[in-house]
């Protein structure tokens, strides 16, 4: 009898504002949309969502963000 497999894959997508923090905020041109957007560095965005710089350098690998 073979086997059946069902295999879910859930996509969530999360805002989160740096309210609070515009200190730790800068201007950049993206590479990938041509305009100029809001940024922060890989550290200060850890900090901000409370993870690690190496999920938050993940998440830019993944494109996630």
């Given at each position: 009898m073979k086997r059946k497999r069902t295999e879910i894959t859930i996509e969530i997508d999360e805002v989160i504002?740096?309210?609070g923090h515009r200190?730790?905020?800068i201007r950049a041109w993206c590479r990938?949309?041509?305009t100029?957007?809001?940024m922060v560095t890989p550290q200060h965005a850890s900090?901000?969502?409370r993870v690690?710089?190496?999920t938050v350098n993940?998440?830019?690998e993944g494109e996630s963000v």
């Amino acid at each position: 009898m073979k086997r059946k497999r069902t295999e879910i894959t859930i996509e969530i997508d999360e805002v989160i504002y740096a309210a609070g923090h515009r200190n730790l905020l800068i201007r950049a041109w993206c590479r990938v949309c041509g305009t100029e957007v809001t940024m922060v560095t890989p550290q200060h965005a850890s900090a901000i969502a409370r993870v690690s710089v190496r999920t938050v350098n993940r998440w830019v690998e993944g494109e996630s963000v």
